[in-house]
T-cell receptor, first 120, second 112 residues
Framework: GAVVSQHPSRVICKSGTSVKIECRSL??????MFWYRQFPKQSLMLMAT?????????EQGVEKDKFLINHASLTLSTLTVTSAHPEDSSFYIC????????????????FGSGTRLTVV | SQELEQSPQSLIVQEGKNLTINCTSS?????LYWYKQKYGEGLIFLMM?????EEKSHEKITAKLDEKKQQSSLHITASQPSHAGIYLC????????????FGSGTKLNVKP
């Protein structure tokens, strides 16, 4: 089935620095990837839709200058948290839309394993 | 954007009891997904429903999509501690269904 690799799984950074999270589709081309953020005890909130070769589409309330998304190839999307602050600490997870011939159990969408970001 | 409201928000049940989680959409659903997650970990795909009236089962978990395709229910029979976690429904929305949103989530705790 389709596999999405997300790195790093955990990262601790100092306040004011930038952190890059990578999301790769390993055995298929993903023209569309999604980035989510999850706070403790809450659901996954869609941050932005990443489209290969074009600008990402951000959800209302998400600062595009703070959360830079780049989808430079059909297999890689990156999320860079710029000038990170403690309030950016969260669990970030990406997903890719499966190719049309995708079959269960990865039917529809495949998710990365997530990145836990801690800003100190 | 499409809103997916789940109920209840959290649930504590005794092992062996049955339970139901609901997911209600503000718009017609053209594909409804159910996932399980432990916070800070990846998602486990449970099942996907597409047709009104469709019902699918996986081990002791059954999900239905109602005829009007605006609500889905997830039913767990004879719950076990291994069923504990966060249950999330998800659906496509936006122009050309180019976005994927999650419901508000239901946290399940099963007491041994």
């Amino acid at each position: 089935g389709a596999v999405v690799s997300q790195h790093p799984s955990r990262v601790i950074c100092k306040s004011g620095t930038s952190v890059k999270i990578e999301c790769r589709s390993l055995d298929f081309q993903a023209t569309t990837m999604f980035w989510y953020r999850q706070f403790p005890k809450q659901s996954l909130m869609l941050m932005a839709t990443s489209n290969e070769g074009s600008k990402a589409t951000y959800e209302q309330g998400v600062e595009k200058d703070k959360f830079l998304i780049n989808h430079a190839s059909l297999t890689l999307s990156t999320l860079t948290v710029t000038s990170a602050h403690p309030e950016d600490s969260s669990f970030y997870i990406c997903s890719a839309r499966n190719p049309p011939q995708g079959l269960p159990p990865n039917y529809g969408y495949t998710f990365g394993s997530g990145t836990r970001l801690t800003v100190v | 954007s499409q809103e997916l409201e789940q109920s209840p928000q959290s649930l504590i049940v005794q092992e062996g009891k049955n339970l139901t989680i609901n997911c209600t959409s503000s718009k017609t659903l053209y594909g409804l997904y159910w996932y399980k997650q432990k916070y800070g970990e990846g998602l486990i795909f449970l099942m996907m429903l597409q047709k009104g009236g469709e019902e699918k089962s996986h081990e002791k978990i059954t999900a239905k999509l109602d005829e009007k395709k605006q609500q889905s229910s997830l039913h767990i029979t004879a719950s076990q501690p291994s069923h504990a976690g966060i249950y999330l429904c998800g659906a496509e929305s936006g122009n050309n269904f180019n976005k994927f949103y999650f419901g508000s989530g239901t946290k399940l705790n099963v007491k041994p």
